[in-house]
C-alpha cells in the first residue's frame, strides 16, 4: 500500500515551472522521498530524492515542508517532454510501492 | 540507458505455459526489484532481492518465482499463464537500501495468447 496521496492529474503551460505535490502525513523520520517518471510506457526515471532539506539537480527541486509531512517537485521550466505520470514515494530500506501517480500533461 | 538490462524485450506464449524473465543490474547494484504493470494501470511491487536474499514481498502470485544468482542477476519465473499475466514486467537496481536510487530496465512485455 503506498503511503502517499498525489492529484491524479494536472496540466502546465510549456515554458512554466510544474509544481507538483504530494501528501505523506505518516512518513518516518529516517524515510526518504522519492520522485519518479514515466514518460509512456517506458521504465520510470528517477528524478531526485531528499530527507528533510531541499534538494536540486540538473532536473528538478525538491521541497520538503518542515515538519516532513508534504513535499513539492518543481520542473522549473517544463517542455512537452515532461509530459508523463510522476510518481512520488516514500521509503527507507527495502520496500518501494509505487501510488497511482499524477498524470501531468505539458501544453504548448 | 539506465544500465539495467531486461531481456527479451517483447514475449508472446500460449495461456498454460511458463516463461522466464532476465534482468542484469546495474554494475555493482546489489538491489533487485520486480513489477507488474498491467495495460494503464498503476506499478505493481512483486519482490525485491539483496545480495541474493530476498528481502520484501509484494503482490507476487504463488504461481511466479524470482530469484537472485551468485552474479547479481536475478529471474522472474511466471508459470501456468492466464491471460490476465499479460503486462510489462519491469526490474529495478540499486546499491541497496532506503538511501539509494533505483535505476528501471524497459522492461519485458508479455503477450499471453
Known amino acids: 500500500d503506498a503511503k502517499t496521496t498525489q492529484p491524479p492529474s494536472m496540466d502546465c503551460a510549456e515554458g512554466r515551472a510544474a509544481n507538483l505535490p504530494c501528501n505523506h502525513s505518516t512518513i518516518s523520520g529516517n524515510e526518504y522521498v522519492y520522485w519518479y517518471r514515466q514518460i509512456h510506457s517506458q521504465g520510470p526515471q528517477y528524478i531526485i530524492h531528499?530527507?528533510?532539506n531541499n534538494e536540486t539537480n540538473e532536473m528538478a527541486s525538491l521541497i520538503i515542508t518542515e515538519d516532513r509531512k508534504s513535499s513539492t517537485l518543481i520542473l522549473p521550466h517544463a517542455t512537452l517532454r515532461d509530459t508523463a505520470v510522476y510518481y512520488c514515494?516514500?521509503?527507507?530500506?527495502?520496500?518501494?510501492?509505487f501510488g497511482a501517480g499524477t498524470r501531468l500533461t505539458v501544453k504548448p | 540507458d539506465s544500465g539495467v538490462t531486461q531481456t527479451p524485450k517483447h514475449l508472446i506464449t500460449a495461456t498454460g505455459q511458463r516463461v522466464t524473465l532476465r534482468c542484469s543490474p546495474r554494475s555493482g547494484d546489489l538491489s533487485v526489484y520486480w513489477y507488474q504493470q498491467s495495460l494503464d494501470q498503476g506499478l505493481q511491487f512483486l519482490i525485491q532481492?539483496?545480495?541474493?536474499?530476498?528481502?520484501a514481498k509484494g503482490n507476487i502470485l504463488e504461481r511466479f518465482s524470482a530469484q537472485q544468482f551468485p552474479d547479481l542477476h536475478s529471474e522472474l519465473n511466471l508459470s501456468s499463464l492466464e491471460l490476465g499475466d499479460s503486462a510489462l514486467y519491469f526490474c529495478?537496481?540499486?546499491?541497496?537500501?532506503?538511501?539509494?536510487?533505483?535505476?528501471f530496465g524497459q522492461g519485458t512485455r508479455l503477450t499471453v495468447v
Open positions: 531528499g530527507l528533510k
Open positions: 532481492y539483496y545480495n541474493g536474499e530476498e528481502r
Open positions: 529495478a537496481s540499486s546499491a541497496g537500501g532506503g538511501r539509494t536510487e533505483a535505476f
Open positions: 514515494i516514500v521509503r527507507v530500506n527495502n520496500d518501494m510501492r
